[in-house]
């Protein structure tokens, strides 16, 4: 088990001494946010999509609202 964990910092520490795998790591936890929100928001209207859908809806209305002056 130590073996694994080592080998798996390893590769972490050098995906992000390379810029490519740095940027990959950084969108990787980016779509594991954004998961994490909609999984939020889905629990908190209990999976009722057509409350999550009013909700959005009425947050763009207000945030244009408040564009318009």
Do not use: C
């Amino acid at each position: 088990m130590k073996n694994m964990l080592l080998r798996l910092y390893v590769r972490g520490q050098s995906a992000l001494q390379n810029q490519k795998g740095a940027q990959a790591i950084e969108w990787i936890a980016l779509a594991g946010v954004v998961i994490a929100v909609f999984g939020a928001v889905m629990t908190y209207f209990k999976g009722n999509p057509q409350e999550v859908g009013k909700a959005i809806g009425e947050t763009l209305s207000n945030i244009i609202e408040k564009l318009d002056g």
